[in-house]
């Protein structure tokens, strides 16, 4: 069973930073993408980052320039580097790991941005 794990979220004041770790055990195998979403209270559910096998980076237009996602050298891990931080980005933040097989999701980790 392919448990993804999330960490670094947390309460922060407005234009602070948080990092976000994500890490897949056991390892994926071929990966066609690593990315975070975010669901606030009462919304759907909104994509963040996407990065691909390519190294290939996709931004949600609300947060580009202000977040930056990356892979990790052992690239069954994520990271979301999160720098400015909006009283809107307020969510629960996902991992989702996307392979041939199918996706992953991990439980989500909660970020909080106070004005």
């Known amino acids: 069973q392919v448990q993804l794990v999330e960490s670094g979220g947390g309460l922060v004041q407005a234009g602070g930073s948080l990092r976000l770790s994500c890490a897949a055990s056991?390892?994926?195998?071929?990966?066609?993408?690593m990315g975070w979403f975010r669901q606030a209270p009462g919304k759907q559910r909104e994509l963040v980052a996407t990065?691909?096998?390519?190294?290939?980076?996709n931004y949600a237009d609300s947060v580009k320039g202000r977040f930056t996602i990356s892979r990790g050298i052992a690239e069954n891990t994520v990271y979301l580097q999160m720098d400015g931080l909006k009283p809107e980005d307020t969510a629960v933040y996902y991992c989702n790991v996307g392979n041939t097989v199918g996706d992953y999701w991990g439980q989500g980790t909660q970020v909080t941005v106070s004005s």
């Open positions: 990065i691909n096998s390519g190294g290939s980076t």
């Open positions: 056991p390892r994926i195998f071929s990966i066609n993408y």
